[in-house]
């Protein structure tokens, strides 16, 4: 990939990237429900719930070149183009060699702005068309990549709105608590929701 400044790396979305990004969930939504921090043993227990997420993503999900930061906002309809040049993108500078499910979830999963029941049916159904995917598969990586993800952006939220008094985040966060609940009732996810349940209830998050 060119830049200004010459060629840039497209790294890999390792395992310490992922584990990083989740770990601001419980990181930041402590401080913003109004503690300091959880226990260590609380952490470690979440540490080793994401760990089996990523593990996962790692071992087995389909390797794809990810945007990270794949949304409403940062997507423009350039009409008088033609084909694919008629989606002008923005905020681009954090691309990897990440996960096919992971700018899918971005897409679905947006904070901004509401996505129709029948706008995310036509998408899933548009992609397995195109690309032959087996759609169970699809929505199997779409629930775990999508918890590491939805975490991911409630932890930042949480740092945007506690560290930073950035309040204007809260608007998005009922919406991005919604996606995480739908999300986790996902079978293969139901260790991750009793740990949520038990340590960041989602209504507390909801009226933060």
């Not at 992922?18 to 419980?26: I, K, Q, R, S």
């Not at 904070?111 to 699809?138: F, I, K, M, W």
């Amino acid at each position: 990939m060119n830049s200004p400044v010459g060629p840039w790396p497209i790294l890999d979305f390792d395992r310490l990237a992922l584990e990083v990004n989740a770990d601001l969930f419980v990181d930041w939504v402590p401080v913003l429900l109004g503690a300091q921090k959880y226990s260590d043993k609380v952490q470690d227990q979440f540490h080793d719930l994401r760990s089996t997420l990523i593990g996962e993503v790692t071992g087995s999900h389909v390797r794809a070149f990810t945007l990270r930061d794949f949304h409403a906002e940062n997507i423009l309809w350039l009409g008088d183009r033609t084909g694919h040049a008629r989606l002008g993108l923005l905020d681009f500078q954090d691309a990897v060699h990440g996960y096919r499910a992971w700018d899918f979830s971005m897409l679905l999963h947006d904070a901004r702005r509401d996505v129709s029941p029948a706008a995310h049916e036509a998408a899933l159904a548009a992609y397995c068309a195109a690309t032959g995917t087996d759609r169970a598969t699809l929505e199997h990586e779409l629930a775990v990549q999508g918890a590491l993800n939805t975490l991911r952006i409630i932890g930042i939220f949480s740092r945007l709105i506690a560290r930073d008094g950035k309040t204007k985040y809260r608007a998005f966060m009922p919406r991005e608590v919604g996606h995480l609940r739908r999300i986790l009732k996902n079978d293969s996810l139901a260790p991750m929701r009793g740990w949520i349940e038990a340590h960041a209830p989602l209504e507390a998050l909801e009226a933060a």
